[in-house]
């Protein structure tokens, strides 16, 4: 069984990335904001539903369900461990995910998706299923919605 010290080491020898494309392919609902907390990025399908998303202001663009803090750059960051919930304002859609601060960017990705209850309310938002990239779709969640899985 491998010590602390390895596990850690080799967490930290992690070399590859993915490229921008690769990103909005694996994460077609994502956000990128900046310390101001204006969006500088969002993926294609985040676009169809949100128009005018980049160069938005968060607080102009979402209201934050989970966790119950302000719309404030340090303060989400320092939840990144949490889930995230993000209501829409244009179109009452949650988006469920998590963040993940590049600290040395000033940047804060949001990579998520929308929830879904059922396969129907798909059509109502404007969704199709290649909309949401290389993923699959099941019933059966805890809440009997619909969950989209990577």
């Known amino acids: 069984m491998p010590s602390n010290s390895s596990a850690s080491s080799s967490a ?10 690769s990103l909005a392919q694996a994460f077609p609902f994502h956000f990128v904001f900046d310390h101001t907390c204006r969006i500088v990025q969002a993926g294609s399908a985040l676009q169809k539903l949100v128009p005018n998303i980049v160069g938005a202001l968060l607080s102009e663009q979402f209201h934050l369900q989970r966790p119950p803090v302000t719309l404030d750059f340090a303060t989400i960051n320092k939840r990144s461990k949490h889930l995230f919930l993000f209501k829409s304002l244009t179109n009452n859609l949650v988006f469920r995910g998590q963040v993940l601060p590049l600290e040395t960017e000033k940047l804060t990705f949001f990579l998520g998706s929308p929830l879904i209850r059922s396969v129907d309310s ?29």
């Open 12 to 21: 930290s020898l992690c070399q590859f990335t993915l490229p921008p494309d």
């Open 122 to 150: 798909l059509k109502v938002a404007g969704l199709k299923l290649k909309d949401f990239g290389r993923c699959r779709i099941r019933r059966g969640s805890q809440d009997g919605g619909v969950v989209v899985e990577p």
